[in-house]
């Protein structure tokens, strides 16, 4: 087809564009133009026009209702403290009522549009969407002059320091950015947890210590530092615990498989590993006893507590570090140090800050490295 | 005043007394009959618009009672199960106005709903002028426009997910925070100034909180603002049909048809929101408990439009290297490039494709779909493409459901990833084709009426039904383009970008159907009459 | 009292049996640990062996204790029905004297924990302060299997974690403290008994109270949400923008 054909000519359409790959279809069909108008019911019956006018009064009507009804609600079915059902009433019967109000107008508004007002089509054209040539004309004009009338491109020297200086000036907005967080380095801050050395491991969230006795095979013990709990929260408690949270797992001895170097970091089949995920750092809490595995909920990586919590499914790459662990003279729980390897998700300068004690768990771990 | 019969109404008064000062019927002579078409899918944009005033209206509500505060509190509101607990303030304010405040769940609930409701719709309207080539010239820069409007919608749905400081928003960031260390070099620092400190810190809710209700939404408006004038002086496109044109736009005018609906229309999406937000529960914040690093939610995902991100991450293989002491995340880097390079792509579409066609006139006829395969193909198969890794954020919910084992749900889904999006594409191309080629026969031959004839001759025919020619218009009014020949430029050379032009467009028009022409409607008609 | 049925041997747990079903206790027959081992052997030795000393198909029985057998019986885990990634949750084949016979027999056996106190159950000894807490441990220990809102969640290769809505406070209790299947045992160490009763009191609020918002679409989170407002938000208001298009009559 060619539409353009059937329009009048006019100022703009002297502009010629490419056609491109379009193909150029001389002979086209002509538009057989507007089909003729069909009358509605309510332009024909002039009782069909009085029912559909009382509806829209009765929808405008009704919208009425459910303002009122609104204020209604919210007196009479009040919030009774610690009442959930109190909650859901007022939320549902303000909600609704107002719902309504609103849905009252809109209906009958459109209801009023669709049977009552003209529906005839009108026609409007189209022009293209660039300026007239008169007024592109003049603003190539004024452009024009003003250049010539501040040099800007005569006066070379000046354009540049200028675009220069304004170039450089966002620079200064970085800087800015630099105090949103303390002056401590940002690697440093991260690198490290609060576990050290004799550290008793301890419950979450109520802090009492656990003894090696109390966790029996299966269990499963969501672990803190034990002096955790006498931070505040404004003393930076829940940063210190995204860091800190371990996983105490009790596992039958024949059942794990250490790696050289590493046996002495578990007690007893007790092994202990960080909970953040080495892939974007959800707590990967999901222990399967019988199993083994853990599962993160996030993004489904799986490791194998067995073989050092080695990832056997999922987009983690590294193995959860293991917290060594050991008993005091009371027989708790306590850590030998703290991680030997930065916990969480991986980052640009993680390999700068493990620990030269650390174990890798297979030889894949240290091939990748070289 | 003196009462003559030329005595002005109030109205006219007022409007006098305006226009006196602000000129304003200059604006409502240009604008007050301009003619707006009709059909359902260009009313996607207005429940865009009508959803984000809903969002404006109650959220400015939430900001009256919400505390953005990561300030420690002692929860000792009416909800029993959380009584006594340390949370921040702004969880806790966030409960109040759930639980102590009449209407004020009612408007968190209006404001969580319209905020998937605004941007699922903006989805849609995005497929609507994708698939219908409605960002041609000359609305490629309003498609940009709207794409910036849908990437500032994202920002605006997260920067609102991680305010109430529960424990799904606060996992949410700390997926963020996982995502942004990953990021060579710099991510480490990123991070750290983003949190102001160890993550989660005490500073990111307040940040994100400004950015939410400040920064955002004054972005968000001006584009909407930008989106909408652009639109008025490009008019609306249409659907072929008779009397329409590429050179007229034929519908209701604002005054007073198109206002009257269009103003109908924001109480029906108004009121239709405030009934699910009265009845549908959205973010039961209470359950989740105060954000905590240590314990987690089975089902923790993100709200749907961050879905297709999540499920990017899931469906990455674990790969992650260490070069020269360095540490590269590529299951963290390559989704986040394949979602940059998907989103840039859809963005900069519209230049490829005119390009590729070098068609630099003005197009007003929205596309049937079918009329040009290889683009439908192309949005089908970013469709599923961006549908799959959607899915894949479930994946744990698809295995629950379904009883199946969620590792082999991710490589089902890596697969269907891959594989799926070329077949997609083929399927779609073909059917599209398919179906130009029926709309042939119909013209031609008309419909297939159902009713059976016994010739003298004893054969059995199906009449066929011909087509009025107003029907049959809509058939026949449509672009066609063919594969360029590689010619020389005007300097006589041929330029590999001129050959790589020809071969997109033999890759773009080469299994295409050619319109019908006057003379085979000829023929055709004197072949069946015979 | 737990203390005691965990450390002590048959006589107590069979004890305790007992008064884990006060009211049948008067006139119903009382069934003994020679009758447990009878419903054992021609329901149950086929995978666990004999003596309750494990097969191929199935684990060993001998010091998982009365708890273990009631939970796993009356919640119709076993005998199970087929075999699959795990045993579920389904109507319970035996009457609670038949379960309580045959734990009596297992408990016999050899020592394990037993069917916990009436008293370690009823959640209406817990005030506002205790769901409080229930609801803090069952976030830390429970939620990232069984979701926030317990409807249940996915696990590893075809398994997953059921749905916590409705269940017996004597199962709950059960469950943590035997570590049915894959779940870890959560034992009087680490969750002790009025911890434990927290938590069954925080599951019964849950359970009690409506959800506050509405129609809750099954507690799954965004994901129902996202499919709600793309279905029925954009479906429901597309539909409408469909009508008003069209040309009335």
């Known amino acids: ?370 | 005043m003196t009462a003559t019969t030329a005595r002005p109404s109030l109205t006219a008064k007022a409007s006098n007394y305006l226009d006196e000062r602000t000129s304003m019927s200059t604006l409502v002579a240009t604008l007050g009959r301009k003619v707006f078409p009709d059909h359902w899918s260009f009313m996607l944009g207005e429940i865009i618009l009508y959803s984000f005033v809903a969002i404006l209206l109650s959220g400015t509500f939430l900001t009256f009672f919400f505390e953005p505060s990561m300030t420690e509190v002692f929860y000792d509101g009416s909800y029993a199960p959380l009584k006594g607990l340390a949370m921040s303030a702004a969880y806790a304010s966030a409960l109040d106005i759930s639980f102590d405040i009449r209407g004020g769940l009612l408007m968190r609930q209006l404001h969580h709903w319209s905020a998937l409701l605004f941007i699922a719709a903006i989805g849609l309207h995005m497929l609507r002028v994708f698939f219908t080539g409605a960002f041609r010239k000359p609305r490629e820069i309003n498609w940009v426009v709207g794409f910036i409007l849908f990437i500032l919608a994202l920002a605006e749905g997260f920067t609102g997910y991680s305010l109430p400081d529960d424990l799904l928003s606060g996992n949410g960031l700390a997926i963020i925070n996982g995502m942004v260390k990953g990021i060579p070099i710099v991510g480490t620092w990123i991070s750290y100034l983003l949190f102001g400190g160890v993550f989660p810190g005490d500073d990111i809710v307040p940040r994100l909180f400004v950015l939410h209700i400040m920064l955002l939404p004054a972005l968000v408006i001006a584009f909407i603002g930008i989106h909408l004038v652009l639109m008025v002086i490009n008019k609306h496109t249409q659907f072929a049909g008779p009397g329409k044109t590429n050179d007229n736009v034929v519908g209701a005018p604002i005054m007073p048809l198109f206002a009257a609906k269009a103003g109908s229309f924001f109480f029906i999406v108004f009121g239709a929101l405030v009934a699910i937000a009265s009845t549908f529960t959205i973010l039961p914040l209470w359950e989740y408990g105060p954000y905590d690093p240590s314990p987690v939610s089975a089902g923790t995902q993100p709200d749907w439009y961050i879905g297709f991100a999540d499920g990017a991450l899931r469906l990455m293989p674990g790969w992650e290297s260490e070069i020269l002491g360095w540490t590269v995340s590529w299951n963290i880097l390559i989704p986040i490039a394949v979602l940059g390079l998907f989103i840039v792509l859809a963005m900069v579409y519209p230049f490829i494709e005119q390009w590729i066609t070098g068609d630099k006139r003005e197009h007003h006829i929205a596309e049937r779909p079918r009329n040009n395969p290889t683009r439908t193909a192309i949005g089908a198969a970013g469709v599923w493409f961006y549908a799959i890794m959607w899915a894949a954020a479930s994946s744990d919910l698809i295995a629950t459901h379904f009883r199946l084992n969620v590792f082999h749900v991710t490589y089902a889904l890596q697969a269907m990833l891959i594989v799926g999006t070329v077949i997609v594409y083929w399927l779609t191309k073909r059917i599209a084709i398919g179906l130009q080629k029926k709309d042939r026969e119909i013209l031609l031959h008309g419909y297939e009426s159902g009713r059976i004839v016994r010739r003298p001759g004893g054969e059995f025919v199906e009449v066929h039904q011909p087509l009025d020619e107003y029907e049959a218009w809509k058939l026949k009014a449509y672009e066609s383009y063919a594969p360029v020949m590689v010619r020389p430029n005007a300097k006589g050379k041929i330029t590999p970008a001129t050959h790589l032009r020809a071969a997109l467009t033999r890759w773009f028009f080469e299994d295409r159907v050619s319109p019908v022409t006057p003379r085979e409607l000829e023929v055709a008609k004197q072949h069946d009459d015979h | 009292m737990i203390g005691l049925v965990v450390a002590g041997g048959a006589s107590v747990a069979v004890g305790s049996v007992a008064s884990a079903e006060p009211s049948s206790a008067p006139y119903a027959q009382q069934l003994t640990a020679e009758d447990g081992e009878l419903l054992f052997r021609a329901n149950c030795a086929s995978c666990h062996g004999l003596q309750a000393q494990g097969t191929e198909n199935g684990p060993s029985l001998i010091g998982v204790g009365a708890a273990s057998v009631d939970f796993q019986v009356m919640t119709g885990r076993m005998p199970m029905a087929f075999q699959g990634p795990q045993a579920e949750k389904r109507d319970p084949q035996f009457t609670q004297e038949q379960t309580d016979a045959m734990s009596a027999y297992i408990a016999a056996l050899a020592p394990g924990p037993g069917v916990p106190d009436d008293e370690w159950l009823d959640a209406s000894q817990v005030d506002d302060e205790g769901i409080a807490r229930g609801g803090a441990l069952f976030r830390i220990n429970c939620a990232m299997c069984h979701n926030v809102a317990g409807a249940g969640g996915a696990l590893t290769e075809g398994k997953w974690a059921p749905a916590l809505r409705d269940i017996e406070p004597v199962h709950v209790y059960e469950a943590m403290l035997t570590g049915p299947q894959n779940m870890p045992v959560f034992n009087d160490a680490n969750i002790s008994p009025e911890e434990k009763r927290e938590i069954i009191a925080y599951l019964a609020y849950l359970d009690e109270n409506p959800s506050v918002g509405g129609f809750d679409l099954g507690s799954l989170g965004p994901v129902s949400e996202g499919l709600f407002i793309w279905i029925f938000g954009l479906g429901g208001i597309v539909a409408v923008s469909v009508w008003l298009t069209s040309r009335p009559n």
């Open chain 1, 1 to 370: 087809m060619s539409a353009e054909d059937q329009s009048a000519p006019s100022e703009q359409s002297i502009v010629a564009y490419d056609r491109g790959a379009a193909i150029e279809q001389s002979d086209g069909f002509s538009n057989p133009g507007l089909p003729p108008h069909r009358p509605r019911q309510t332009d024909l019956h002039p009782a069909k026009e009085r029912r559909a006018e009382r509806q829209v009064v009765a929808w405008f009507l009704l919208s009425m209702l459910g303002s009122v009804l609104a204020i209604v609600a919210y007196i009479a079915v009040p919030i009774e403290p610690g009442n959930m059902g109190s909650v859901r009433a007022n939320n549902l019967f303000l909600g609704l009522a107002i719902a309504l109000a609103l849905l009252g107008v809109g209906i009958g508004g459109m209801h009023w549009a669709r049977q009552l007002m003209s529906s005839h089509e009108v026609v409007e054209e189209r022009h293209l969407s660039r300026g007239s040539e008169k007024s592109r004309a003049r603003a190539v004009e004024i452009f024009e002059l003003g250049d010539q009338e501040s040099g800007f491109s005569r006066r070379t020297l000046i354009r540049n320091t200028l675009i220069g200086a304004v170039a450089i000036m966002p620079l200064p907005a970085i800087v800015l950015f630099r105090d949103l967080a303390p002056a401590a380095d940002a690697v440093d801050s991260i690198a490290h947890t609060m576990w050290t050395e004799g550290e008793r491991l301890a419950l979450d969230p109520t802090g009492t210590p656990i003894r090696a006795d109390d966790v029996t095979i299966g269990s499963a013990f969501h672990v803190i530092p034990e002096s955790l709990k006498d931070l505040g929260h404004d003393e930076g408690y829940l940063d210190q615990k995204a860091l800190a949270a371990v996983l105490l797992m009790r596992l039958p001895v024949d059942r794990l498989k250490e790696a050289p170097g590493r046996e002495g970091w578990s007690y007893d089949g007790i092994v202990a590993y960080s909970k953040i995920c080495t892939h974007v750092g959800c707590p990967v809490a999901l222990y399967e006893q019988q199993t083994h595995h853990l599962l993160c909920p996030c993004h489904q990586s799986t490791f194998d507590v067995t073989e050092h919590a080695k990832v056997v499914f999922g987009p983690a790459k590294r193995p959860l570090p293991q917290l060594p662990i050991t008993v005091d003279a009371e027989g708790y729980l306590i850590a030998q140090r703290d991680f030997t390897e930065p916990i969480g998700p991986s980052f640009w300068e993680r390999l700068n800050h493990i620990d030269p004690d650390h174990v890798p768990v297979s030889a894949a771990e240290t091939e990748t490295r070289a």
